[in-house]
Antibody
Framework: EVQLLESGGGLVQPGGSLRLSCAAS????????MSWVRQSPGKGLEWVAF????????NYADSVKGRFTISKDNFKYTVDLQMSSLRADDTAVYYC??????????????WGQGTLVTVSS | DIVMTQSPATLSVSPGETVTLSCRAS??????VAWYKQRPGQAPRLLVY???SNVMGIPARFRGSGSGSDFTLTITSLQSDDFAVYFC?????????FGGGTKVEIK
């Protein structure tokens, strides 16, 4: 059974940094891409970042490019999202998602339960 | 970026009825569309990929269709667990984008 467990969320001040982590199990982690997708309170879904199975390709939403960095550890079965220069509009539940990699894009067939990030002074 | 527009925003229906959810892409995206269901307080769940392929375990009551720029998700014989928000997503090109969602609520 695929399991994804996010951690690292919390309250952070504007301009601050936070690192989210997602622990994966139940599938061949090195073969699958991973994404972070966020959802602001009461809003829709926004894809944030993607990393390929081997970690050699990444893609970012324009809204986070240059501020967020996604990384993958195929030995520890973890995928992280380093977030810096956080703004109020980064406040959201952040989901880790296993993502089929079609090079030009992909869909997510397994999701974690999410971790809440609140950016506020 | 490819904009995904879902309609209507809300559908009020009774259990046992059939609903059709629409999703339109701002440009042609072949059949590179996925549909997700999200219940309150839960993570999204993948229902359909490649516009019309059901994920294993998703009943045939959920039927996706379309290609190019117009897509639909039809749900027949609505059950209590089907009342949720449904999102479409394109994966034809980066950045991945989602529609704003359609809420299917009990009438």
């Amino acid at each position: 059974e695929v399991q994804l467990l996010e951690s690292g969320g919390g309250l952070v001040q504007p301009g601050g940094s936070l690192r989210l982590s997602c622990a994966a199990s139940g599938f061949a982690f090195v073969n699958d891409g991973m994404s972070w997708v966020r959802q602001s309170p009461g809003k829709g879904l926004e894809w944030v970042a993607f990393i390929s199975g081997r970690g050699d390709r990444t893609n970012y939403a324009d809204s986070v490019k240059g501020r967020f960095t996604i990384s993958k550890d195929n030995f520890k079965y973890t995928v992280d999202l380093q977030m810096s220069s956080l703004r109020a509009d980064d406040t959201a539940v952040y989901y880790c998602a296993k993502t089929y990699d079609y090079v030009s894009g992909g869909y997510s067939d397994a999701w974690g339960q999410g971790t809440l990030v609140t950016v506020s002074s | 970026d490819i904009v995904m527009t879902q309609s209507p925003a809300t559908l009020s229906v009774s259990p046992g009825e059939t609903v059709t959810l629409s999703c339109r892409a701002s440009q042609a995206i072949r059949a590179d569309v996925a549909w997700y269901k999200q219940r309150p307080g839960q993570a999204p769940r993948l229902l359909v990929y490649a516009a019309s392929s059901n994920v294993m375990g998703i009943p045939a009551r959920f039927r996706g269709s379309g290609s190019g720029s117009d897509f639909t998700l039809t749900i027949t014989s609505l059950q209590s667990d089907d009342f949720a928000v449904y999102f479409c997503q394109q994966y034809n090109r980066w950045p991945l984008t989602f529609g704003g969602g359609t809420k299917v609520e009990i009438k």
